[in-house]
């Protein structure tokens, strides 16, 4: 099993429906981003989380510690929010300065229709 | 403010040479990481560099190496490339104060490596 678990794998949508992504993770982490990835390779970074919900324009965030789970949201979905959403879970606890090891999800391929 | 920079952008090399990747960081960031994406695994962590040290190494073979220069530009090299290590490789910069866990993680373009 993978200590990050994206799902669903694919996500077709017409424009303007509200999508949902989700992450469970099996580790103790400190923190959990999420990231968009583009055709031709380059990642983002769209949010990053130890607790709670984040919201950025259409996109909203959220993160459930004791559940080991984590949703994003976007709402009035565009077609250019097609790319692939990926979960990347942050383990261990900082320690001289720097702890930045990541475990990714295999990420989620979505594609909205105009 | 300048973003993550790797260079080249591509790159094919034959089977059993050598290749040295590049990644100039973010101004004031000292954390270096790098990534491999591969169709088959997906992402995977390499090594995180912060202050010319290596702090973290992921599951990959030794042929596999970075360092780290004091103005916080990072590079890998693979030796003795094999067709496996065709991938997109990727690096990510942060900034990091103390024992905070709130530090963003900025990625660039990355570099696609075809081997042949």
């Known amino acids: 099993k993978n200590e990050v678990e994206q799902s669903p794998q694919n996500l077709t949508a017409q424009e303007g429906e509200f999508i949902t992504i989700n992450c469970s993770y099996s580790?103790?982490?400190?923190?959990l981003h999420w990231l968009q990835q583009h055709p031709g390779g380059g990642i983002v970074s769209l949010f990053m989380?130890?607790?709670g919900k984040k919201k950025h324009g259409r996109l909203i965030a959220t993160i459930n510690i004791q559940e080991k789970h984590s949703s994003l949201h976007i709402t009035a979905s565009h077609p250019r929010d097609s790319a692939v959403y990926i979960c990347?879970?942050?383990?261990?606890?900082?320690?001289?300065?720097?702890?930045?090891?990541?475990?990714f999800g295999k990420g989620t391929l979505l594609t909205v229709n105009p | 403010k300048a973003g993550v920079t790797q260079t080249p952008r591509y790159l094919i090399k034959t089977r059993g040479q050598q290749v040295t990747l590049s990644c100039s960081p973010i101004?004031?960031?000292?954390?270096v990481s790098w990534y491999q994406q591969t169709p088959g695994q997906g992402l995977q962590f390499l090594f995180e560099?912060?202050?010319?040290?290596?702090?973290n190494k992921g599951n990959f073979p030794g042929r596999f190496s970075g360092r780290q220069f004091s103005n916080s530009r990072s590079e890998m090299n693979v030796s003795t490339l094999e067709l496996g290590d065709s991938a997109l490789y990727l690096c990510?910069?942060?900034?990091?104060?103390?024992?905070?866990?709130?530090?963003?993680?900025?990625f660039g373009q990355g570099t696609r490596l075809t081997v042949v």
């Open positions: 990510a910069s942060s900034f990091t104060l103390g024992r905070s866990a709130n530090t963003e993680a900025f």
């Open positions: 580790v103790g982490i400190s923190a």
């Open positions: 989380l130890s607790s």
């Open positions: 990347a879970v942050r383990s261990g606890r900082n320690s001289g300065g720097s702890n930045y090891k990541l475990t």
């Open positions: 101004s004031g960031h000292r954390s």
């Open positions: 560099y912060f202050s010319e040290t290596q702090r």
